[in-house]
């Protein structure tokens, strides 16, 4: 019965894909707050739009 440890060695990759696109969702999420926050610190006149 080989079958079973191809299988959980599937369910393992699939996981860490899962994982890493996760990760490379969080990361383009702070790299554009990162961004966000360089172009408010360059061009203090750039306010947000919410600003009262």
């Known amino acids: ?3 079973t ?4 060695q599937k369910q393992d990759i699939q996981r860490l ?3 890493i696109g ?9 790299n554009e707050r990162i961004n966000y926050l360089e172009t408010i610190n360059t061009n ?6 919410d600003v009262k």
């Open 1 to 3: 019965m080989h079958s």
């Open 5 to 8: 440890p191809i299988v959980a």
């Open 17 to 19: 894909e899962d994982q």
């Open 22 to 30: 996760q990760l490379i969702r969080i990361i383009a999420n702070l």
């Open 44 to 49: 203090p006149f750039l306010l947000p739009s």
